[in-house]
T-cell receptor
Framework: AQTVTQSQPEMSVQEAETVTLSCTYD???????LFWYKQPPSRQMILVIR??????QNATENRFSVNFQKAAKSFSLKISDSQLGDAAMYFC???????????????FGKGTHLIIQP | SAVISQKPSRDICQRGTSLTIQCQVD?????MFWYRQQPGQSLTLIAT?????????ESGFVIDKFPISRPNLTFSTLTVSNMSPEDSSIYLC?????????????FGQGTRLTVV
C-alpha cells in the first residue's frame, strides 16, 4: 500500500514571501500521479497542481510549482508571492496509474495548515 | 469539469440511528468515491462505487456499516449505519475518470456529521 507523509502540520509565511510545503511518499510502483489539493474553510477541495511520475519536468501553475524528486520520492510545493487567499489546508495526494478497486482513489497525506501573515 | 452536489451539508444525529448522504453529479462519470475526514485529519477512502457493480471497500470499512448505492452514472448514496460518536466526521463524495488517471478528482463540499 502507498503512504503519503507531510511532516509539517503547520506553516506560516509573510504575505508576498515564498513558502515550501514538504511531501514524501512510499510506493513500489513506477507509474503514478501526484497532486496537491487545497482545502479552505469552506471544505471545498481544490486542485492546485498535478505531476505525472513519468515526466521529469517539474509542473508549474502560475505562482505554484513543485520540486519532484522521483528517486527520493519527494514532491514539495512551492508557493511564490504568497497571498491571503492562499491560507488553507494543503494536502499532498497519490494516485496509482494501475487502476482497479481502491487503486483508483487518492491516498492523502495528513495535510499542512498554511497561515499567511499580512 | 464536474459539479457535485452533496446533501445534506450537515446533520446532527442520535447514536444508533442511520443517515443517508446523497451525491449528485452534473455529468455521467465512471468512478465515484466516498471519503471520510475525521476532525483535524486527512481524507481516507471508504469505498469506490461503480455503476452496476458492488462497491469496493477499503481496509477498515465494511458494507454493513457503510452501505453504498450507485443506481446510475450521475448519482450515489452512502449510508452511515448504527451511528456512534466515533462516526462524527466530514464525508465527501468524489468523482474521477478512470481512463484519465492524471486528471483531477472533483469533490463535493462534504457532509459534516455530528453524532450525539
Amino acid at each position: 500500500a502507498q503512504t503519503v507523509t507531510q511532516s509539517q502540520p503547520e506553516m506560516s509565511v509573510q504575505e508576498a514571501e515564498t513558502v515550501t510545503l514538504s511531501c514524501t511518499y512510499d510506493t513500489s510502483e513506477s507509474d503514478y500521479y501526484l497532486f496537491w489539493y487545497k482545502q479552505p474553510p469552506s471544505r471545498q477541495m481544490i486542485l492546485v497542481i498535478r505531476q505525472e511520475a513519468y515526466k521529469q519536468q517539474n509542473a508549474t501553475e502560475n505562482r505554484f510549482s513543485v520540486n519532484f524528486q522521483k528517486a527520493a520520492k519527494s514532491f514539495s510545493l512551492k508557493i511564490s508571492d504568497s497571498q491571503l487567499g492562499d491560507a488553507a489546508m494543503y494536502f499532498c495526494a497519490y494516485r496509482s496509474a494501475n487502476g482497479g478497486g481502491g487503486a483508483d482513489g487518492l491516498t492523502f497525506g495528513k495535510g499542512t495548515h498554511l497561515i499567511i501573515q499580512p | 469539469s464536474a459539479v457535485i452536489s452533496q446533501k445534506p451539508s450537515r446533520d446532527i444525529c442520535q447514536r444508533g440511528t442511520s443517515l443517508t448522504i446523497q451525491c449528485q453529479v452534473d455529468s455521467q462519470v465512471t468512478m465515484m468515491f466516498w471519503y471520510r475526514q475525521q476532525p483535524g485529519q486527512s481524507l481516507t477512502l471508504i469505498a469506490t462505487a461503480n455503476q452496476g457493480s458492488e462497491a469496493t471497500y477499503e481496509s477498515g470499512f465494511v458494507i454493513d456499516k457503510f452501505p453504498i448505492s450507485r443506481p446510475n452514472l450521475t448519482f450515489s448514496t452512502l449510508t452511515v449505519s448504527n451511528m456512534s460518536p466515533e462516526d462524527s466526521s466530514i464525508y465527501l463524495c468524489s468523482v474521477a475518470a478512470r481512463l484519465l488517471p492524471n486528471t483531477e478528482a472533483f469533490f463535493g463540499q462534504g457532509t459534516r456529521l455530528t453524532v450525539v
